[in-house]
């Protein structure tokens, strides 16, 4: 009588278990699908360009680098680029805006939005990040309108869209 309940808890035990991965299963496939889904949604409304990065840029408040001058062949004059949470920009293609200037490194500079602000930070660059033509040393608060040259391109600093039209 012993052997036959232990037998019939293996059973049960083994049923949940099994349920157990089932469900564990499903809650995985739901997650990749809500997290997948806006990031495909996102990227298939942005017309991407030869050797500009595909990597998601998620938060901020809306605030855009305008390209003004540029003689880097990905990088035209007129083009915006979103700014996120972090925005990297260098040569390497883990950046968000890829520079193929000999200019830039590898990862040459970041763009941080915390606390309502956005802070631009050097990232040890060999040529340096200028702000409004000075060189950063350590990170400096954005304003509007401000211009960060990397090498041969200047990015205008936009905070607000219709200062933007101003310009």
Avoid: C
Avoid at 21 to 38: A, K
Avoid at 76 to 94: M, V
């Amino acid at each position: 009588m012993l052997a036959l309940v232990i037998t019939v808890l293996r059973g049960l035990f083994l049923i949940l278990l099994y349920l157990f991965i089932f469900r564990l299963t499903i809650s995985m496939i739901e997650q990749i699908r809500t997290v997948d889904g806006p990031s495909r949604s996102l990227h298939n409304s942005v017309n991407f360009k030869k050797g500009q990065s595909r990597n998601l840029i998620i938060g901020g408040d809306g605030a855009t680098l305008k390209v003004v001058a540029s003689e880097d062949e990905l990088i035209k004059i007129g083009e915006s680029y979103p700014l996120g949470d972090e925005t990297k920009l260098g040569r390497g293609r883990g950046n968000q805006i890829i520079l193929s200037g000999h200019h830039a490194s590898q990862e040459h500079t970041r763009i941080l939005y915390k606390q309502g602000q956005y802070w631009l930070e050097d990232l040890d660059s060999l040529n340096h990040t200028f702000l409004n033509d000075v060189p950063i040393d350590k990170p400096t608060v954005l304003a509007n309108g401000d211009r960060i040259r990397i090498g041969d391109v200047i990015f205008h600093f936009v905070r607000w869209a219709y200062e933007m039209e101003s310009d």
